[in-house]
């Protein structure tokens, strides 16, 4: 017990040992566990940190925006710089904020309206290619969706092989991400050489996005905004990492939000037929439009209770800068601060029946009805995600579209256990059968 950090009766500490062995288990279970044992603030002293999880939205927002100067990224993300380089996730302070407003424009709510077209068109020409009765990975067919749609509207081209490479390299990342748990020195991972591999190749591609002088004929927004900007002028070296930042982060987080939807949806038909009826009566023959989005409010549920129930970023990491002081508890400088997606949509103070998928929960649990950051899949403050209107906008379009043509029947009639890694994956995929309607 570390008294002198914790001076409120609500915080405990618990065994380093423990957590850390838990958290290479199982990493839902450590934090859920965690939170439970001990309350709003936990804490660990480990050989390197003190690490501190936090379980009030309350607390969670005085990091994320009343103290977030006090804080930069975490371990985890910093690491990330070996893929990343100095993409947007990963700077922080002054340039973050400047590179951030630079490149906003390309995700202001007029532009996202105009990528829409382009979402439709793709999910169309993907959805129309699937067989009645074919047996396949949903998780796997929206990664290649939604990559096909960042990369379109990013960058207005697909390098060749780009979808193949892109989830081959990530598969090869997500593999080796618990060895980022391991105490070695960051530079250290750089020498796996499965790791390189794959590190490589994802620059190549970015490579080939970026040099390409067709590259944002289609929709010009953010390569035009990385190649001339009115108050940056970005280096090479900058314009591939937030190219990399982009088509990563761009297209991954939402085909797992989409597969984890397609997983509830194939399990709750009943809500499938609800979300048909919408999508039939709203759209009819016609390709969806942005006008469509507010229109679609069952849709618009579907993918917050999916957010809410298996949110693809499931944990978020800071460290203090600083000594700072939370819900009493002291915090020293070189703090480890974990938040969890994971663990507060899961906290029955906030949702009755937490474990259960009800889309319908969203029409009476108001934005206002709970505490602000007991519902956060974006994250907030100034590191709120950017694409987030993006995500909403895609989502419920390919919901609609799919919803209107298929029925979607999983393949063993249980749920898909969640793999945390650095995103929130369904273990073996998420197996289902199409079928026509
Ligand atoms: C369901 C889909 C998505 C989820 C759940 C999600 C989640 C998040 C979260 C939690 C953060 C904050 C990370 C932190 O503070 O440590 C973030 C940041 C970010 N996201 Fe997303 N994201 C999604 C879609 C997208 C899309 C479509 C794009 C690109 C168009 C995108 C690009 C980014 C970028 C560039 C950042 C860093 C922003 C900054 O620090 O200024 N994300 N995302």
Redesign the pocket.
Known sequence: MHTSLLTTPESKSTSAARFLWEMFVNPLDALTNLARENGDIAHVHTRRHEVFLLNHPDFIEQVLVKQQGNFV?GPA?QRARLVLGE???TIEGDA?LEQ?RALQPA?HRHTIESYSPTMAASAQRHISAWQSGQQMDMAEAMMRLTLDV?LRSFFGHIPEGAGERVGASMRTLARLFPLSMLPLPAGAKKFFPAFRRASRDLNSITEALVANPNSGQAQKALIQLLRENPHVQFSDEQIRSHAL??ML??HE??AL?LAWAWDMLANHPEMQCTLQAEADRVLGDRMPTAEDISNLPFARSVVKET?RLR???WA?GRRAVKECEIGGAFLPAGSVVLISQWVMHHDPRYYASPEEFRPERWDYVSERSIPRFAFF???GGS??????T??WT??IIVLALMARRWNVRSVSGQAARPKPGITLRPKNGVQVVVEKR
């Open positions: 990224k993300l993409g947007l996730l973050h951030r995700f960042a930042t982009f982060a761009g987080t939402t939000l957010l949110p693809p970023a978020m899949p974006f994250g590191r709120v995600c950017i694409g987030e993006f995500a895609e989502a």
